[in-house]
C-alpha cells in the first residue's frame, strides 16, 4: 500500500506571496491531519479534516487554511507569507478517528520563505 | 505548546547498547504514540499504546505507559548505527474535541556510534 504522499518537497517564496501545499493519505484512510515543524516551536499541529470537514484547528492565525476533497486529498494553503512561516509541513493521514488510530506521515513539505 | 518533556534531549551511545529514553505528558489521554524521525524527514510511526495498556512490544521496541505518572519510556534494545534518529512521543487527548491533534514533545536526539 503506497504510504502518504506530499507535493511539492521544496518550495521557495517570497514574502506575501500565499502558497498550495497538497497531501494525499494512504487509500483507505480518511483522517488527514497538518503539522508544522520548526527548530523553535517543534511539532505543531494545524488542523484535521475527516470526511471534508475540518474537525480541529491549532493555535494558528486565519493565514492558515486547508480543505479536504471527496477522495481524501487535503491541500493546505498559507497566505500573505511571512518570514516565520519558513518550516517543514507534514501531513498525516489516519484510517478513522486520527485521535484513536496511528498517523501515518508524509515525507513533508520543506517551504522556504524569503 | 508542547504536551511534555522529553529526556533526555541527546543520548549518545555505542552499537550494541540499549537507548531509554522518556516522555512525561500532562492531560488525560487516548493513546501514547512514539515515532522516529531522520534529519529532518517525515515521521515514522513506531508504536502506539493504549491509555489502558501498560507495555508493548514491537521487535527491538518496548514501551511503557504509566498513566499515573503520566509518564512513557521507550526502550531500543541492541542498537545499531541505522538508529540514529530523532525520536518523538505525542499524545492524543481523552474526551473533548481533541479528535486527531497528537500533542508532541520536543524529541531526544539519539546517536548510535557503529
Known amino acids: 500500500k503506497a504510504g502518504v504522499t506530499q507535493t511539492p518537497r521544496y518550495l521557495i517564496k517570497t514574502r506575501g506571496q500565499q502558497v498550495t501545499l497538497s497531501c494525499s493519505p494512504i487509500s483507505g484512510h480518511r483522517s488527514v491531519s497538518w503539522y508544522q515543524q520548526t527548530p523553535g516551536q517543534g511539532l505543531q499541529f494545524l488542523f484535521e479534516y475527516f470526511s471534508e470537514t475540518q474537525r480541529n484547528k491549532g493555535n494558528f492565525p486565519g493565514r492558515f487554511s486547508g480543505r479536504q476533497f471527496s477522495n481524501s486529498r487535503s491541500e493546505m494553503n498559507v497566505s500573505t507569507l511571512e518570514l516565520g512561516d519558513s518550516a517543514l509541513y507534514l501531513c498525516?493521514?489516519?484510517?478513522?478517528?486520527?485521535?484513536?488510530?496511528?498517523?501515518?506521515f508524509g515525507p513533508g513539505t520543506r517551504l522556504t520563505v524569503l | 505548546s508542547q504536551q511534555g518533556e522529553e529526556d533526555p534531549q541527546a543520548l549518545s551511545i555505542q552499537e550494541g547498547e540499549n537507548a531509554t529514553m522518556n516522555c512525561s505528558y500532562k492531560t488525560s489521554i487516548n493513546n501514547l504514540q512514539w515515532y522516529r524521525q531522520n534529519s529532518g524527514r517525515g515521521l515514522v510511526h513506531l508504536i502506539l499504546i493504549r491509555s489502558n495498556e501498560r507495555e508493548k512490544h514491537s521487535g527491538r521496541l518496548r514501551v511503557t505507559l504509566d498513566t499515573s505518572k503520566k509518564s512513557s519510556s521507550l526502550l531500543i534494545t541492541a542498537s545499531r548505527a541505522a538508529d540514529t534518529a530523532s525520536y518523538f512521543c505525542a499524545t492524543a487527548n481523552a474526551g473533548g474535541t481533541s479528535y486527531g491533534k497528537l500533542t508532541f514533545g520536543q524529541g531526544t536526539i539519539l546517536t548510535v556510534h557503529p
Open positions: 498525516a493521514s489516519s484510517r478513522l478517528s486520527g485521535r484513536e488510530n496511528e498517523q501515518f
